[in-house]
Structure formats: C-alpha cells, structure tokens
C-alpha cells in the first residue's frame, strides 16, 4: 500500500489546492474513513491557514500544544473526522469538525470550553456477558454501559472528553433535530418528522418537517427540539 497520496486523488471532501503541490499527507489509519476527515497537518496548515511551512506546523504538533477530542494528539498524520474537537493550548482556540453543503469536512469555531464534550451517534450495538453492552460509536470509540439502558442504533450521546461520561441521550425520533453530514442535502439542519423503517436490505427513511428526506447512515441527531451545538456557517446553493 502506499505511504503518499496525490493531491489530485485526494478526496472531494478536503478543501484543499489541488495543483499546488504534487502530493499531501495521507492520514494514518483510525476510526475515521479517509472521506469523513482531514490529516491533522492538513488541517492547521492548509484549511485554517495557521501555519504556512510544513515545518513550523509540525513543531506545533510536537509540542504537544494540540488536542483532538481534549486529548495531545502527537502523530501530525492523525485523522481529524466530523464532530471531532480540536483545540490548541497556549492561544486559547477550538474548533470543531462540520461539512459543508458541497460535504466537505471543514472545522468551525467554538467556545473553547466546547471541546471538553462532543455528539456521537450510536452506530452498532453489542451485548456482553455480565448483562452489559458496548456501543460502538461514529466515531469509532466503544462505550460500556449497562444492558437495561435503552440505546438504539442512531441514536446520540453527548459524551465528557475524553473520560466518555454520558452527559445526554439525543434518540432518532420525530421532533429531535438532525444534521444530514453525507450526501445530496450535506450540511441541511432539519426537525424529523418521521423514521420509516424499510423491510429490506435498503438503508432506513428520515423524513424532516422542511421537505427534505435523507437515509438513516446519512443523519446524525444533534438535539432535542433545537441543535445542542454551535453550527458553520455554509453558503446556501
């Protein structure tokens, strides 16, 4: 397999100069697909501009001045994903992952005390001996909580980083508010209004008040009524 990656085969999803440079970084391998993140390098020095020298960006992440998910992440190849926080120490600044309405991964401001929590949605379910379960995140961390918990597929958590303390429960059910982060609609913030579940092989419906309809893998809950994080910015078609 290859270690280097052509900037021309790079993903739709990176906002990043195509024919500037030859290649750019690949990203290690980890919970996020190569779509639904950016390299970390990529990201301070090409998406928020902060540094514009290799170099120089490399050191900031050797210092140990970087956290992804309030954790020092040191491998500047480490793939930042959608919902993921990122925050640097010694100038106070975090951010975290959205999409835009082209779906591309692009980081945002917020409160820099916001990156002490995130949203993560349950994507598997798995029951262990002991009469507890592990649940298998978006993000692709597991969290064991107990069986007589009711978590569904789809559904939520807002989780304490990076101790992974249940703080809230977001469910996939009509009246929650959901970001649609893949696909035609990418970046479309709507209230459900009804999730049909299709007998067959094909994904499950989500149908939002304002028109609009996207299949479950595609939606991702992020509130009760109104969105319980800050959102980008995005520039309307």
Do not use: C
Not at 133 to 144: E, K, P, Q, S, V
Not at 186 to 205: D, F, Q, R, W
Request: charged share 30%; aromatic share 8%.
């Amino acid at each position: 397999m290859s270690k280097s990656l052509k900037r021309l085969n790079a993903p739709k999803t990176w906002s990043i100069p195509r024919k500037e440079a030859v290649f750019t970084v690949k990203p290690s391998p980890g919970a996020h697909s190569i779509e639904r993140g950016i390299p970390l390098l990529v990201l301070i020095r090409e998406i928020l501009k902060m540094e514009n020298i290799a170099r120089e960006a490399h050191k900031i992440i050797s210092d140990k001045k970087v956290y992804v998910d309030n954790r020092i992440i040191k491998d500047y190849k480490f793939n930042v994903g959608i919902m993921d926080t990122l925050y640097f120490e010694g100038i106070d600044v975090a951010y975290r992952m959205g999409v835009d309405n082209n779906g591309r991964v692009i980081p945002y401001k917020i409160s820099p005390t916001d990156h002490q929590w995130k949203l993560d949605r349950i994507d598997n379910i798995q029951t262990i001996k002991g009469n507890r379960t592990i649940l298998h995140m978006f993000d692709g961390r597991a969290i064991l909580v107990d069986k007589s918990t009711k978590y569904k597929t789809g559904d939520v958590l807002k989780i304490s980083l990076p101790d992974q303390k249940i703080l809230d429960h977001f469910k996939l059910e009509e009246g929650n508010v959901a970001l649609i982060w893949k696909g035609k609609n990418a970046s479309k913030v709507g209230t459900i209004s009804k999730y049909e579940v299709i007998k067959s092989s094909m994904p499950n419906l989500i149908y939002f008040k304002e028109g609009f309809i996207t299949t479950k893998p595609n939606a991702f809950v992020i509130g009760k009524k109104v969105p319980e994080i800050s959102l980008p910015e995005v520039k309307v078609q």
